[in-house]
């Protein structure tokens, strides 16, 4: 099992420019999610999907697009990049289920690094 | 102000201390607590997880959760270097959303 797979690991773009960071799961989670960590702010929700065609809206949504086609992966779509945009991304995902446990026990993916310049 | 308040620190203590690390909240309904732990340029992994009130023990780590006080804590004994990483507390209600933590960056010197 590869677990949660991100890419690219590294990106630069500039202003104004567009791109799609890609996740993909092979655990069958139904919940999955994009944060964006910064300096002394912790890991902020972006997106998530408890399933395949359902998406929603988390703390920090502006921005940045999703859809969810599979249940394997879920893309994060900058619409056109923003120096604010420059963070650590993580998708992360989970089971979605009657089981509070399973649920929290969220898997991260290694992180993406962005520039925007 | 922020639903879940974490000190970032940095905080360094010296190997075999008890580390204490610590998150306060503001929503009483959430029922559900863990504890997130990141190597520097990795993804967090959940160490450790609570639900309601009460102790947690599992080896050197020990979760503790106060709802009257809306208060966490993460107690670490016999601290090793190898348990140098951030420290993110996580909380939820029910089926929502996990909401995190600013995170803890913890050092701990040979």
């Known amino acids: ?117 | 102000q922020k639903e879940v308040e974490q000190d970032p620190g940095p905080l360094s203590v010296p190997e075999g201390a008890i580390v204490s690390l610590n998150c306060t909240y503001s929503n009483s309904a959430f029922q559900y607590f863990m504890w997130y732990r990141q190597y520097s340029r990795k993804g967090p992994e959940l160490l450790m997880y609570t639900y309601s009130s009460g102790n947690k023990e599992d080896g050197r780590f020990t979760a503790q959760v106060d709802k009257s006080s809306k208060y966490i804590s993460l107690f670490i004994r016999d601290s090793q270097p190898s348990d140098s990483a951030t420290y993110l507390c996580a909380m939820r209600e029910g089926a929502q959303k996990l909401v995190f933590g600013q995170g803890t960056r913890l050092t701990i010197n040979p």
Not at chain 1, 41 to 46: A, E, F, H
Not at chain 1, 63 to 82: H, I, M, W
Not at chain 1, 84 to 102: I, K, L, N, P, R
């Open chain 1, 1 to 117: 099992n590869a677990g949660v797979t991100q890419t690219p690991k590294f990106q630069v773009l500039k202003t104004g420019q567009s791109m799609t960071l890609q996740c993909a799961q092979d655990m069958n989670h139904e919940y999955m999610s994009w944060y964006r960590q910064d300096p002394g702010m912790g890991l902020r929700l972006i997106h998530y999907s408890v399933g395949a065609g359902i998406t929603d809206q988390g703390e920090v949504p502006n921005g940045y697009n999703v859809s969810r086609s599979t249940t394997e992966d879920f893309p994060l779509r900058l619409l056109s990049a923003a120096p604010s945009q420059t963070s650590v991304y993580f998708c992360a995902s989970s089971y979605h289920g009657d089981s509070a446990f399973v649920a929290n026990v969220l898997t991260f993916g290694a992180g993406s690094r962005l520039t925007v310049l």
